[in-house]
């Protein structure tokens, strides 16, 4: 909620402030917010749980010109079992707010989302269709500032939330009930978001649109070296454009209907939409083919330099790079076997004869993901 004395710690036009080594636990609300101005703060080393809405909150102002929410880091806590009551509070959100870093921290148990980044999507902007007095964002936006602005090039100087980094994070068991969402999910934000080096599995129930989501508007973002393991939902959604996935890896995801919608483990939605998707290993332990596909005909993904292969049927994951080579795509792609080092023990290190290797794939340094040494022991 905008601008409410929802959390057990709240800070109000705020700046360098620390919140280190402490318990957030047992409430009806949010654990620690900070609202409206807010720069240079930083939560760290701290325990969030049993919480009846969020773990954490960054909420900026409403679309407008006023941009005083910036750089403040979430580094290194452990969240758990958020949205007890509130079954929309999701473990980290950032509002409205940018240049923010989201770090090292281990999120598990939860209802709905890891970490939301979100403003306010383009078409609130429309009066003809939305009306001011919406209930969901509407309210928040400064018009008398963004006068009538419609679409995306006249609104996206007012979406303060862009260039955050969320990276090196661990999350399982999210998005437990419910459906839509995502365990890592932008919207309504601005260009220059980073989701880098974050280890998400165990996603358990089927409900939810993908583990790393760009939802609408969500465009400009870069996902990096992510590793996406035994989930029962789509790996990465697209949606939007100039957004680049390059060098992750989804294996063992995607759910198990006979709705093929349900199965993809990346798909793009929409358009001729710039960016790229390259050196990615698609992976899959039983014998299934639909490794990416489109909620509607795109024609040609900017894809290259992947691998797709199936486990237990080797021929599926080539005859489905040939229908994209075919198609104008994925030129220099393989269908391989990408050998991990022990994938069934999460070791999702490539062996020095991997193939992807020599299609320029970065090895994922999994030792910079999860909390760090300095996390206190008693709240481990």
């Known amino acids: 909620m905008y601008d409410k004395a929802s959390a057990l710690l709240r800070f109000r036009a705020s700046q360098n402030c620390l919140v280190d080594e402490c318990r957030f636990t047992n409430t009806g609300g949010t654990g620690v917010r900070f609202d409206l101005y807010s720069q240079y703060n930083r939560v760290q080393r701290s325990l969030f749980d049993y919480l009846g809405q969020a773990g954490i909150l960054i909420c900026g102002y409403g679309p407008g010109t006023k941009d005083v929410s910036f750089r403040n880091e979430i580094v290194n806590n452990h969240i758990h079992h958020c949205g007890q009551i509130y079954k929309h509070g999701h473990g980290i959100i950032i509002w409205q707010s940018r240049d923010n870093r989201v770090a090292n921290n281990l999120i598990h148990d939860g209802p709905r989302k890891a970490v939301l980044v979100a403003g306010v999507r383009a078409h609130f902007f429309d009066t003809s269709r939305i009306p001011k ?41 999210m998005c437990g009930i419910g459906y839509d969402g995502a365990v890592i999910n932008i919207t309504g934000n601005g260009e220059g978001n980073v989701i880098r080096r974050n280890y998400i599995h165990d996603i358990i129930h089927a409900g939810a649109d993908g583990v790393i989501r760009l939802d609408a508007n969500g465009r400009g973002t870069l996902i990096t070296e992510n590793i996406i393991y035994r989930c029962a939902i789509q790996g990465i959604v697209l949606n939007d454009r100039n957004n ?26 929409g358009g001729p939409r710039p ?37 237990a049927n080797p021929d599926a994951g080539k005859e489905f790079l040939q229908q994209l080579q075919h198609k104008g795509t994925d030129a220099h792609s393989i269908s391989a076997d990408p050998l991990f080092v022990d994938l069934e023990n999460a070791d999702f290190t490539l062996r020095p004869n991997s193939p992807m290797l020599k299609l320029g794939f970065k090895q994922i340094d999994m030792t910079k993901i999860g909390l760090r040494d300095d996390f206190p022991n008693r709240y481990r």
């Open 275 to 311: 960016g790229r998707i390259q050196k990615n290993v698609l992976y899959f332990s039983d014998q299934r083919n639909t490794f990416f596909a489109t909620r509607r005909k795109v024609q040609p993904y900017p894809g290259d330099y992947n691998l797709y292969y199936s486990k």
């Open 133 to 173: 007095n919406n209930r969901e964002c509407s309210k928040q936006i400064r018009w008398a500032e963004v006068g009538d602005a419609k679409g995306w090039d006249y609104t996206v100087g007012f979406l303060h939330v862009h260039n955050n980094v969320i990276e090196d994070n661990e999350a399982y068991r």
């Open 244 to 269: 680049h996935v390059e060098n992750n890896i989804v294996a063992d995801t995607g759910k198990e209907t006979n709705d093929d919608w349900h199965r993809y483990l990346i798909y793009y939605r």
